[in-house]
């Protein structure tokens, strides 16, 4: 049974960084990977941060490229996120997503597999 679970949110100040981590069991990383953030604020739709493939191929929401760096350690099974240059507007309760089904999608429906989340809080 795959379970994931996040870690690394907390509350910072606008223009801080944080970095969060989502630790994979039972997931089998192979060549069909897909592995993805997604965050939801308060009466908002969960929306993707990130994605990316077993190739390393990375796709990302328009409002964080150039902050956020998503990556991957398959050898310790781990998922991060580097958040940098935060804004009050990214505050939100981020989830860690995978699935395997041979190509990536930054779309909620795709992923099967959730984690718990991690709330990210940036004041201003």
């Known amino acids: 049974q795959v379970q994931l679970v996040e870690s690394g949110g907390g509350s910072v100040q606008a223009g801080g960084s944080l970095r969060l981590s989502c630790a994979a069991s039972?997931?089998?990383?192979?060549?069909?990977?897909?592995m993805g953030w997604f965050r939801q604020a308060p009466g908002k739709e969960r929306e993707g941060v990130a994605t990316?493939?077993?190739?390393?191929?990375?796709m990302y929401l328009d409002s964080v490229k150039g902050r956020f760096t998503i990556s991957q350690d398959s050898a310790k099974n781990t998922l991060y996120l580097q958040m940098n240059s935060l804004k009050p507007e990214d505050t939100a309760m981020y989830y860690c997503?995978?699935?395997?089904?041979?190509?990536?999608?930054?779309?909620?429906?795709?992923?099967?597999?959730w984690g718990q989340g991690t709330q990210v809080t940036v004041s201003s």
């Open positions: 990316i493939d077993s190739d390393g191929s990375t």
């Open positions: 039972g997931y089998t990383y192979s060549s069909s990977n897909c």
């Open positions: 997503a995978a699935d395997s089904r041979g190509y990536c999608a930054i779309w909620r429906p795709y992923f099967k597999y």
